[in-house]
């Protein structure tokens, strides 16, 4: 049975917990893949930093965006992800292989491979406690190579009770484009401000699929410095 998630954080966002906690890191967190042919598979790297074995497994997912925003992840089977679990001595690092295996037409696609550190329960001799599983969401952009995305922000309406604006932007390359990419010059009373991506990124994804519109989450303060 396919798992799907709703869940409201950002693609490349890693779950937020305690420094304690987080026993390994990812790299890269973003990765693009063409469709077909030998430029369809990625990698990534993970490393244990903790002076523990770290037990992780690794599942891929679908990613679709709303006209809201909101995101659901919808576990798939177009990514091959090798392997799939796997034990980490302290220090060691372990190479992820990932192939799409998905329709070779495919224009343009987003996914998420989710790594969990599986949770480990304490033993007598120490600290009495669940650790915590880590997560990461690795985004995964599946397009041809000569694909590009091509942001144009179409409005700008004032927040009521702020000095903010909502913004709304379409897609109009032929690729995926992301917000953080870019940067957005506008104007506040005459004077040019400068949108920092962090603004742009209040929203459950800061990704924009080809032709479609973004619109909600996005808000920017105009007010000049």
Avoid: W
Avoid at 14 to 42: F, K
Avoid at 193 to 202: F, H, I, P, R
């Amino acid at each position: 049975m396919k798992r799907i998630l709703k869940i409201a954080t950002a693609l490349c966002a890693v779950v937020a917990v305690p420094a304690a906690l987080s026993a390994y890191s990812v790299s890269p967190l973003r990765i693009q893949i063409e469709p077909a042919g030998g430029e369809a598979t990625g990698r990534l790297t993970i490393n244990n930093t903790d002076a523990k074995p770290a037990t992780l497994s690794m599942t891929a997912f679908k990613v679709l965006i709303d006209e809201n925003g909101s995101v659901t992840r919808e576990e798939t089977n177009d990514l091959l992800v090798f392997p799939p679990q796997a034990i980490l001595k302290p220090g060691a690092k372990q190479a992820v292989q990932i192939r799409f295996r998905g329709d070779p037409a495919t224009k343009s696609a987003l996914y998420n491979v989710l790594i969990s550190q599986v949770p480990v329960v304490a033993n007598d001799s120490e600290e009495a406690q669940l650790k915590v599983g880590v997560r990461f969401f690795t985004a995964v952009v599946v397009e041809p190579n000569d694909a590009a995305g091509q942001l144009e922000m179409t409005g700008s309406e004032p927040v009521a009770g702020t000095t903010k604006h909502r913004l709304t932007f379409v897609n109009r390359g032929n690729g995926i484009a992301r917000l953080a990419d870019g940067v957005l010059q506008a104007d506040a009373g005459g004077s040019a401000v400068e949108v920092s991506d962090k603004a742009l990124m209040q929203s459950d994804t800061s990704y924009v699929m080809p032709g479609a519109i973004a619109a909600n989450g996005f808000t920017y303060s105009l007010t000049a410095s």
